[in-house]
């Protein structure tokens, strides 16, 4: 029952920077865990950052190994909006990335596809050498 639209993607350079967003409708993301995945071409969907829900933990967050350092995911509670911010983009960063969430809190860690409930549409993030 809530709907999630990705943008902020684009076409940069490595070592540049992009600022994912998610947008929320319909509910209050207060009460839900949020995660990024991305999907390369052939490749299989994979976890890249997620969050606590905010009403069980406002600093909880969890990293795929390969961002870490690198991404940042936040919320901004007023907007209704979470955000990924990406620094040093690499080339191997290139795919669809999906934003997603999960009506309580996080489980797995990391998180797996088959936790979250809810997906955006995803948006194109490529990164050139």
């Known amino acids: 029952q809530v709907q999630l639209v990705e943008s902020g993607g684009g076409l940069v350079q490595a070592g540049a920077s992009l600022r994912l967003s998610c947008a929320a409708s319909?509910?209050?993301?207060?009460?839900?865990?949020m995660g990024w995945f991305r999907q390369a071409p052939e490749k299989e969907r994979e976890f890249v950052a997620a969050s606590e829900a905010f009403t069980w933990s406002s600093s909880r967050t969890i990293y795929a190994d390969s961002v870490k350092g690198r991404f940042t995911i936040s919320r901004d509670n007023a907007k209704n909006t979470v955000y990924l911010q990406m620094n040093s983009l690499k080339p191997e960063d290139t795919a669809v990335y999906y934003c997603a969430a999960r009506y309580g809190r996080l489980w797995n860690d990391p998180p797996t596809v088959n936790d979250f409930s809810s997906w955006g549409q995803g948006t194109q993030v490529t990164v050139s050498s």
């Open positions: 319909g509910r209050t993301l207060s009460y839900y865990a």
